[in-house]
């Protein structure tokens, strides 16, 4: 298989699946892939998927993969309040939920983290266009909800004042009426308990 002509059928996308590859050269030989990458053309994500060298140097390029590598999930926790500037920390890892078992994979791009969510709570997400591509990303309310239910340590006024939200962000910009929304979808008295804790302490 000649690298060009490969690269001219998957370049647009970014990123791939041996799926994909077979379903357009059925007569691939997975070969290719383990030259390619040891000529350093392309970038092993996990068993199966793969990357363009080329394009993991765009912008924000890892959590359209964090998308692509596990499904179905969203960008959601610390890395969406990162993203949205209402958490000042550094994004370390790529954080998503998922209906899917909890899943780590380390790569040369990234280390990705999904965390387990009922089917039922996979909500509050929506698509948000970065550069040429569309990433599925959780709300900020969802995100603040996610947190606060899938690390419930978050149950103090310290525990949440350590995550250090900018409150012009909470006082004046997050959607109140939507974060009730989703709370009651969630129907669970623990969580409402630690909401209330981040709402009296931002007094919103």
Same mark, same amino acid.
């Given at each position: 298989?000649?690298?060009?002509?490969?690269?001219?059928?998957?370049?647009?996308?970014?990123?791939?699946?041996?799926?994909? +590859?077979?379903?357009?050269?059925?007569?691939?030989?997975?070969?290719?892939?383990?030259?390619?990458?040891?000529?350093?053309?392309? %970038?092993?994500?996990?068993?199966?998927?793969?990357?363009?060298?080329?394009?993991?140097?765009?912008?924000?390029?890892?959590?359209?993969?964090?998308?692509?590598?596990?499904?179905?999930?969203? +960008?959601?926790?610390?890395?969406?309040?990162?993203?949205?500037?209402?958490?000042?920390?550094? %994004?370390?890892?790529?954080?998503?939920?998922?209906?899917?078992?909890?899943?780590?994979?380390?790569?040369? +791009?990234?280390?990705?983290?999904?965390? /387990?969510?009922?089917?039922?709570?996979?909500?509050?997400?929506?698509?948000?266009?970065?550069?040429?591509?569309?990433?599925?990303?959780?709300?900020?309310?969802?995100?603040?909800?996610?947190?606060?239910?899938?690390?419930?340590?978050?149950?103090?006024?310290?525990?949440?004042?350590?995550?250090?939200?900018?409150?012009?962000? +909470?006082?004046?910009?997050?959607?109140?009426? /939507?974060?009730?929304?989703?709370?009651?979808?969630?129907?669970?008295?623990?969580?409402?308990?630690?909401?209330?804790?981040?709402?009296?302490?931002?007094?919103?």
């Amino acid at each position: 298989m000649n690298y060009l002509n490969f690269r001219n059928r998957f370049i647009e996308f970014g990123a791939f699946s041996t799926y994909q +590859v077979n379903a357009v050269f059925p007569n691939f030989s997975p070969n290719n892939l383990t030259r390619w990458q040891k000529e350093g053309l392309i %970038v092993k994500l996990r068993q199966g998927f793969y990357a363009f060298q080329e394009s993991i140097l765009q912008p924000n390029f890892a959590f359209f993969l964090s998308n692509f590598i596990y499904k179905p999930s969203y +960008v959601s926790l610390h890395t969406a309040l990162a993203f949205y500037g209402i958490i000042p920390e550094a %994004v370390t890892q790529i954080t998503a939920v998922s209906s899917l078992k909890t899943a780590d994979f380390q790569n040369n +791009v990234a280390q990705f983290s999904y965390k /387990k969510i009922k089917s039922d709570l996979f909500f509050g997400y929506e698509q948000k266009a970065l550069g040429n591509r569309t990433i599925s990303i959780a709300t900020p309310e969802k995100a603040i909800l996610d947190l606060l239910y899938l690390y419930p340590f978050y149950n103090t006024e310290s525990e949440i004042e350590n995550l250090r939200f900018d409150e012009d962000f +909470v006082q004046n910009e997050l959607n109140i009426g /939507k974060l009730a929304l989703y709370l009651d979808r969630f129907n669970n008295k623990k969580l409402a308990k630690r909401v209330e804790i981040f709402t009296d302490l931002y007094e919103i």
